[in-house]
């Protein structure tokens, strides 16, 4: 089935085309020179960029494709969660373009996308995607989940943040230290540099259990480590002198072994031996060096269990309009319709830990 997807969840205007899996094309319109200047997404300039490119996007979704209008078959939108006025957009004129070209349509969710954009195969590239069920680790600006996948739409939340997301402390210490825009990307690149044993930051402590019961055995925390960097760096100095490149490596370090630490207990306690990685944070370099290392850990000579990785493709792994129009295609095919009425949420309470 050729569908269209749309994307326009934060300040990525994106369009693509997918036939079976397999990503025909995939067009991402970045607003990040509009809004480098306040070093983080302003809604409304988002939505109403979004306004002013949208038709020319999907229209150059449709020609890099090497189609016609004519040859889409269906129509996929994300529906929620994100920045409102930003969905209404591509929402919007998912459900136009359905309507006016009498095709289905399917309101998708942002994150369910970002966990499936792995199994997608970039045409020309290699076929290759992990069977359910697995773990799914999805890493964002908005989001950091641990949760079991046994299906596309059928997701067990496991673990959650409890306050600050992964993506969202990359952000607030690039902004604090001026390491550049996105905070995410400067701070990765600026980390290849430095020393990540400078400064020895703390983890989190979540193993008491909370009034509800709740262990946190799998839940994460950054609003800690984000005050230890910015509040506080001289209580965790190792090495007298240092650079900004040693904050960021000391930092991503710290980050990526909180999330870590939670997701190996969920492998441990499972028993299952995949990880999915999925969305902006899981282009990080060092998550993806980590994740590849435990994949090939040998115990007592022997492979731990065929352990597996996946990742999307770099261009899949920040916001895409392919995942949404790969995840559509499974839902029309199975055939879910979404009504033209449906409206778009900026909050979803799917991944919350229940």
């Known amino acids: 089935m050729v569908v269209l997807g749309i994307e326009t969840s934060c300040d990525e205007c994106a369009a693509a085309v997918v036939h079976n899996g397999v990503v025909l094309s ?12 306040w070093q983080g997404v302003v809604p409304e300039i988002a939505s109403r960029m979004h306004t002013e490119w949208i038709y020319d996007v999907a229209g150059e979704a449709v020609k890099r494709a090497g189609l016609k209008v004519a040859d889409i078959e269906g129509a996929a ?23 006016a070209r009498g095709l289905p349509f399917i309101a998708v969710d942002h994150l369910l ?16 995607s992990a069977d359910y069920p697995f773990l799914g680790l999805l890493v964002s600006g908005g989001h950091s989940v641990i949760c079991r996948v046994d299906n596309f739409d059928d997701v067990t939340v496991l673990g959650t943040t409890v306050d600050d997301a992964a993506g969202e402390a990359f952000d607030k210490i690039a902004k604090h230290y001026s390491f550049g825009y996105p905070g995410g990307t400067a701070i990765d690149k600026l980390a290849q540099k430095g020393n990540s044993e400078a400064f020895k930051f703390p983890m989190p402590n979540l193993y008491k259990p909370d009034r509800q019961g709740n262990d946190h055995r799998y839940d994460l925390s950054y609003s800690g480590l984000k005050t230890a960097v910015v509040n506080q760096l001289e209580q965790f100095r190792v090495l007298p002198d240092t650079t900004d490149a040693d904050i960021a490596a000391s930092f991503q370090k710290t980050a990526v072994e909180i999330l870590l630490r939670a997701l190996f207990r969920a492998v441990e306690d499972t028993g299952l031996q995949t990880i999915v990685a999925g ?8 998550l993806r060096a980590r994740l590849e290392e435990y994949a090939h850990t040998v115990t007592g000579g022997n492979m731990q269990a065929e352990r597996k990785v996946y990742f999307p493709p770099l261009e899949l792994c920040g916001d895409n309009a392919a995942m949404v129009a790969g995840l559509g295609e499974q839902y029309l ?22």
Do not use: C, M
């Open 26 to 37: 995939n067009v991402v319109a970045t607003q990040i020179p509009f809004h480098s200047k």
């Open 77 to 99: 939108a994300t529906a929620h969660p994100g920045l409102l006025g930003s969905l209404l957009v591509g929402l919007h004129f998912a459900k136009a373009f359905a309507w």
């Open 113 to 128: 996308a970002h966990l499936y954009a792995s199994r997608l195969v970039i045409e020309g590239g290699p076929v290759s």
């Open 279 to 286: 969305g902006g944070v899981a282009a990080n370099s060092y």
């Open 333 to 354: 095919l199975r055939g879910d319709r979404s009504p033209l009425n449906t409206s778009a949420s900026a909050r979803v309470q799917a991944f919350k830990r229940r």
